[in-house]
């Protein structure tokens, strides 16, 4: 009886929700439309008044629009480019100079920032106690001072308190290191050595093809094989034995001293050693604490399983532990990568000629086309990190929890 | 008869306890860990002491000008003369106590959010917190309220750069509330505009957001409108941390159980009452750490201001070394000092952030 008129009332009551007699701005449907509708108007009167504000400010102004500035001479000289570069060549051209430069001290710092961060975030663990402070110091210090501050540190402070041209720190007569840079040797292949370059190649497929097969292998058989001497011995030694083969179609261009400079040989400028160390350097100390966070979310349980299965000390790091805190670690990356690049703007406060320096800096100011500049500028930045997203994604994919 | 011989003693346990135990299993507990230990700590020692000994035995101390710098160790008479500049740039000297009312206003209303009564804590702090910005310009700028008229070229140092990352971070807080309901609301016009102003903001180098600020937003204002390089890179860092909290909040409303969503559902409270009264409270609690963090990471990019000629702490700095009466190479006393005053403010933040999340912990912990 009681449950009875319960149902009843239940459906009399949706009935009268389906067939609403209420106000239509009580409607939630009616309403989401009203807001969205009401939040376009908004958005299209913003952007229609700032377009033709825009438009009334730049006529005003008599200044040029659209892209036809980028076939004109540039009429400046940038620093450092890594293809040949004057000062009659155009915008174009002095933006792919700064794009190639961004992607260099990226890749750079990229590459020196997770070395640190590794050494970092493992040394947290260390069973040393000093280790472990050197390690918290580091992070601590570093994670805790303004980049821009540490780009000048290492500009104004360390670099240029090095000892100049005539008085370079020197290795051997082929490593210089002075105040306007970092010189080092350079090999010029001649004649025959594109077969030693495509040795290097066959080395890189071979080192990953044994990688593979070992791994078949020992699941079939359960016998090790030891990949990384022999990988170490494939990549050094195929190249080294077609270059004796081949009679070493190199020549050695040294850093000569001439006059006030050193000549020769691959020189690298100080804006470009002071922004990498710093980039590599703070963003190193935000990937020591993301590794030190994966390798702590891994339970310690693991840690007593690997060492009771009866595996040493290192290879239950290497084969446990880390692999486990790379779930945690590699998402982590994948933002401390793009801070990274977007950080690597900073070139503009020491004058390092990468893209933002070039572009938003010095094309600006000549053409005084701020938008198009700007827009090309940060068009790339959002490509770059869009490849470091979907790369380290796919990363990610492969570290990630295979579950069936 | 045998002769009964005891059995040797055992050798005392190695002792697991005390100073000597502790040495042992921490730094030198095999070959390789004494020979690093011995190492680090050679270095240590040998170049603490030459620090110590520059920064501060054979320091100067007292003077006011470059002369008065004549021993081996570091001229702290060098910040010592530029610490007004450093602390309150090209302020009036006069009407620094603005600066101090602005930053003692900024503390009060940091400390009332911790000590207020619980039931009038969040009435009471939010509407402070959102008028404080615009009071601070106004006893800052003093055109309003009567006061001698600051230009904003004047205002600088490193005061600066905390004021505009408090004004930044407490006006983006409403904007990035609205943009996270945005992200997470069903109506998809409103939620891909969301996504879109969001992962602008977070996507794009804040320098170029700057040189937008400084060079694009001039455009966007209707002729004639003279808008301040100040505040319009205000502007731009607002919209720079409400892309970047919005994302903190959508992780909060992420973190809160389902069933307060639901509950406050069955409570028959409206959109905006659920919102408000059971979510909001419960996700500032909860995104506090996040917040803090990204506080801290807005205060290291105002040093960024310097590269569109905003005379903030580290512009400051690069002025007072190439002083002409300074030229005595205190690049290493400057570097330290701004180091440290960053660092003691970035460092105490992220202990706060880290006793908040230790302090959350546990109040969840049923």
Redesign the interface.
């Given at each position: 009886m009681f449950k009875e008129k319960t149902t009843e009332e239940i459906q009399a009551a949706s009935r009268i929700a389906g067939t609403s007699k209420g106000a239509v701005y009580n409607n939630p449907r009616y309403r989401?439309w009203f807001?969205?509708l009401a939040?376009?108007l908004g958005?299209l009167y913003f952007f229609y008044?700032?377009i033709s504000?825009?438009l009334?400010?730049?006529e005003?102004l008599g200044a040029k629009t659209g892209f036809s500035f980028l076939s004109a001479a540039a009429g400046y000289d940038v620093l450092m480019s890594l293809i040949s570069f004057d000062a009659t060549d155009t915008y174009a051209r002095i933006f792919v100079v700064g794009f190639l430069n961004t992607v260099l001290v990226s890749v750079i710092g990229i590459f020196f920032a997770t070395v640190f961060g590794f050494i970092f975030g493992v040394a947290h663990f260390s069973?040393?106690?000093?280790?472990r402070k050197?390690a918290i110091t580091y992070v601590?210090?570093f994670?805790?001072?303004?980049?821009?501050?540490q780009v000048?540190?290492w500009y104004?402070?360390v670099l240029s308190a090095l000892p100049g041209t005539r008085e370079s720190l020197s290795l051997g007569e082929a490593f210089f290191l002075n105040v306007r840079g970092f010189y080092f040797p350079r090999l010029i292949g001649e004649g025959g050595s594109w077969v030693v370059y495509a040795s290097i190649f066959v080395a890189i497929f071979g080192v990953f093809f044994l990688k593979h097969w070992a791994k078949k292998n020992q699941e079939k058989t359960g016998e090790q094989f030891p990949v990384f001497y022999t990988s170490l011995g494939i990549l050094f030694g195929l190249p080294l034995f077609f270059a004796l083969v081949t009679g070493f179609p190199f020549t050695i261009e040294y850093p000569v001293l001439k006059g006030f400079n050193y000549t020769g040989g691959i020189t690298v400028i100080p804006e470009l050693m002071a922004l990498s160390l710093a980039l590599s350097v703070y963003t190193g100390a935000f990937i020591a604490e993301a590794v030190r966070a994966g390798i702590q979310a891994v339970p310690h349980g693991q840690t007593e399983a690997a060492r009771s299965l009866g595996l040493k000390e290192n290879r239950v790091m290497s084969l446990i532990i880390v692999p486990q805190a790379m779930r945690v670690i590699v998402p982590l990356l994948n933002s401390e990568y793009?801070s990274l690049v977007?950080?690597s703007?900073?070139a503009?406060?020491i004058g390092y000629p990468d893209l933002?320096n070039v572009f938003?800096g010095t094309a600006?100011n000549q053409t005084g086309q701020?938008?198009e500049t700007?827009f090309m500028?940060?068009v790339v930045?959002?490509i770059l990190?869009m490849i470091i997203s979907f790369l380290m994604n796919r990363f990610n994919s492969s570290v990630a929890l295979v579950t069936r | 008869m045998r002769e009964f011989k005891p059995l040797p003693a055992q050798p005392a346990p190695v002792k697991t306890q005390g100073a000597v135990a502790w040495l042992r299993d921490n730094l030198f507990y095999s070959p390789v860990s004494s020979i690093v230990t011995l190492f680090f700590a050679y270095f240590f020692i040998k170049y603490s002491i030459a620090m110590f000994d520059w920064a501060l035995l054979s320091a100067d101390w007292t003077g006011t000008t470059e002369k008065d710098c004549t021993s081996e160790g570091a001229c702290w008479v060098f910040i010592k003369a530029w610490s007004q500049q450093f602390f309150y740039g090209s302020y009036i000297e006069s009407e620094i106590w603005r600066i101090n009312l602005s930053i003692l206003l900024l503390l009060a209303v940091i400390v009332m959010s911790f000590t207020l009564p619980k039931n009038i804590r969040l009435k009471v702090t939010i509407p402070a917190f959102l008028l404080l910005p615009f009071i601070c310009i106004a006893i800052l700028d003093g055109r309003i309220l009567g006061l001698t008229h600051v230009k904003t070229d004047l205002w600088g140092g490193f005061s600066l750069n905390v004021l505009m990352a408090a004004a930044s971070i407490i006006v983006a807080f409403p904007f990035s509330f609205l943009w996270s309901l945005g992200r997470r609301s069903d109506m998809a016009f409103i939620r891909s505009v969301s996504i879109i102003f969001i992962e602008f903001f977070r996507g794009v180098p804040v320098l170029s957001l700057f040189f937008m600020g400084s060079v694009m937003l001039p455009l966007f204002f209707a002729e004639g409108t003279n808008v301040d390089k100040l505040i319009r890179v205000w502007i731009v860092l607002i919209f720079f941390m409400s892309g970047y909290m919005a994302e903190v909040f959508r992780g909060g409303f992420q973190a809160i159980p389902r069933g307060q969503y639901e509950a406050a559902d069955s409570l028959g409270l409206g959109y905006w009452q659920k919102i408000l009264l059971i979510l909001l409270p419960q996700v500032i609690k909860v995104s506090m750490p996040n917040i803090l963090a990204t506080f801290v990471m807005l205060f290291k990019n105002t040093t960024f201001l310097l590269i569109i000629g905003i005379p903030e702490l580290v512009q400051t700095l690069q002025t007072a070394l190439s002083n002409s009466y300074w030229l005595g190479g205190h690049t290493l006393e400057g570097y330290l000092f701004v180091f440290a005053v960053f660092w003691a403010s970035c460092f105490s933040m992220s202990l706060l952030s880290s006793h908040i999340e230790r302090k959350l912990d546990t109040d969840n912990r049923n």
């Open positions: 989401a807001y969205q939040m376009m958005l008044s700032i504000n825009t009334g400010n730049m005003a069973h040393n106690w000093l280790i050197v601590e210090i994670r805790n001072i303004p980049l821009l501050l000048f540190f104004f402070a793009q977007k950080n703007t900073l503009a406060a933002f938003v600006l701020a938008i700007i500028t940060v930045y959002f990190n | -």
